[in-house]
């Protein structure tokens, strides 16, 4: 990979897991994925985490020695899907294996906390080499400090994460989720006194999660962004969509169909559409990667 511009601000996805300025002493963390790769979780993932300063290949026994001896007083565990799942990972860190009844588990949300600070990252990349050195990938971190705590959307994190431990093959006897669960735990007793920021000037973010039928338990992204804009007192009228993967349907798309029945009435609709694209013929035209549906779709239900 060709070295960035010094003036170039962007940064890459390992490096969100650092701890920012004093974060204090790590204590632990807690990623889902899809698709693993256990080397980068383990030498750069953790070592972010622990913010060890020696390179794990440059001076391989130097970081193998200090990050034994971090570890010992922290948490780390990966929940992959169970068929990605594999077995080859350190006895200082778990992987949890998640099946999701005629599903996938495939969010990708992490949880890093330290002393002083935790972290929340959203994101599209499964914790592969893929993933965070060569794919365009979106990130979102949202940290939560003693002076700045959004509360209710570090609850919903923990809520998830905990609801995904549900599914893990074992159940939650196995030593593995009986440890994954302590650390929740003790993330929720780290941040009880945390104060929420003041509610003017900021944006509000909401996590939208999708879980499986268990009863009540069963949540779709769309109904729970739409009834977290509910919460507000309107439904949107302007709308950003962006996703590299979209279904291949006829007229309508149903997806779409069912995105423009939920927006705002007595307004047009303003509906943004971030998807994959080549240069079609090198003369400046662009082939977008999606289907037609979805554009005939949205247009028909009177959106710009």
């Not at 070592?47 to 026994?61: A, N, Y």
């Not at 979106?138 to 431990?165: G, K, M, Q, Y």
């Not at 735990?185 to 003017?200: F, Q, Y």
Request: aromatic share 8%.
């Amino acid at each position: 990979m060709s070295r960035r511009p010094k003036d170039d601000s962007r940064s890459t996805m390992l490096d969100l897991w650092r701890p920012p300025r004093d974060a204090g002493e790590a204590v632990g963390c807690l990623a889902t994925t899809y698709v693993f790769t256990p080397g980068l979780f383990d030498e750069q993932c953790l070592g972010r985490v622990l913010d060890i300063e020696s390179e794990p290949q440059r001076e391989s026994l130097a970081y193998l020695l200090e990050r034994e001896r971090r570890l010992g007083a922290v948490y780390a565990g990966v929940l992959v899907d169970a068929s990605e799942a594999g077995v080859q990972h350190s006895l200082r860190w778990d992987v949890l294996p998640v099946r999701i009844p005629g599903g996938k588990q495939h969010a990708k949300v992490s949880l890093l906390a330290w002393e002083h600070h935790v972290r929340l990252i959203v994101a599209s990349a499964n914790l592969t080499e893929p993933g965070y050195r060569s794919n365009f990938e979106v990130a979102a971190p949202i940290d939560f400090a003693a002076d700045s705590c959004d509360t209710p959307l570090l609850a919903e994190a923990i809520r998830f994460l905990r609801s995904l431990l549900g599914y893990v093959s074992g159940g939650a006897d196995l030593a593995e989720s009986t440890r994954a669960e302590g650390f929740l735990r003790r993330v929720e007793t780290l941040t009880a006194d945390w104060k929420s920021p003041p509610r003017g000037g900021i944006v509000r973010h909401r996590l939208a999660c999708t879980l499986p039928g268990r009863g009540d338990a069963a949540r779709g992204a769309l109904d729970e962004f739409l009834t977290a804009c509910r919460t507000r007192g309107t439904l949107p009228h302007n709308l950003w969509l962006a996703s590299p993967f979209f279904d291949d349907d006829a007229m309508p798309n149903r997806a779409a169909a069912a995105v423009a029945r939920q927006m705002a009435r007595g307004f047009t609709p303003r509906i943004w559409l971030c998807v994959p694209g080549d240069d079609a013929d090198g003369q400046g035209r662009v082939l977008l990667k999606a289907p037609r549906a979805l554009y005939d779709t949205f247009l028909e239900a009177g959106a710009e």
